[in-house]
Each structure stands twice: as C-alpha cells, then as structure tokens.
Nanobody, 127 residues
C-alpha cells in the first residue's frame, strides 16, 4: 500500500514558477514509477509527466509541458517533484501524483497504469 500526499500548489502569475512535491509512504517507493496528472474544471484528466522506478529514471512529458516542466525523484526521501516554469493560464488545474507498479507494455501516460493516487493540489495561473 502506498499513500501519496501532494503539496506546493498555489496561485502564481503567468510566467512564474511552482514546485510541486509528492510525499509517499511505503518502503518500496523506489520500485514504483511515478506520474503527475492534472485536471482542469470541466475537462478530463490529462497526463503531465512520469518517471520510471527501479533506478531507471526515464522521464516522459506531455507535449504541452515539454521544455517547461521537469520531473525528478528522491528515493531516499520517498518523494517525487514537478518543477513547473514559464507557467501559463492553461496550466491551471488540480495536479495529482500517482504511483505505478510498472507493467511491461502499459504506457505511463495512461491513468490505468497507476495503482495509487494522491488527493491533488490546486494550481492557479493568473494572466
């Protein structure tokens, strides 16, 4: 069982930066791939970024955030981070982290790849 708690959301002006954190419980955190998703009001949940586990540390980004966001993890702290730069109003959403017990052939960009989800943290980007 893994419990996830996000933090770091808030209100920021367009062009600004935020760093989201996701703290995980569980002694096997390093085995899980971790992902960030977001959901804006009235829209479906959207993949943002993912990072593999088991020391692989491959990273993936959606086209909408590539070059602006950076995902990282610190397995010693059971944490994953999302550094968000050059924020735009369209980045406004609830951001959730998720943990995946990696399975071959299941893309980390899909929500069904993940076994555990956090409650989310609100990010609002003003224009």
């Amino acid at each position: 069982q893994v419990q996830l708690v996000e933090s770091g959301g808030g209100l920021v002006q367009a062009g600004g930066s935020l760093r989201l954190s996701c703290a995980a419980s569980g002694r096997t955190f390093s085995n899980y791939a971790m992902g960030w998703f977001r959901q804006a009001p009235g829209k479906e949940r959207e993949f943002v970024s993912a990072i593999t586990g088991n020391g692989g540390a491959s990273v993936y980004y959606s086209d909408s955030v590539k070059g602006r966001f950076r995902i990282s993890r610190d397995d010693a702290k059971n944490a994953v981070y999302l550094q968000m730069n050059s924020l735009k109003p369209e980045d406004t959403a609830v951001y959730s982290c998720a943990a995946a017990d990696q399975r071959i052939g299941v893309p980390l960009s899909q929500g069904y790849a993940y076994d555990y989800w956090g409650q989310g943290t609100q990010v609002i980007v003003s224009s």
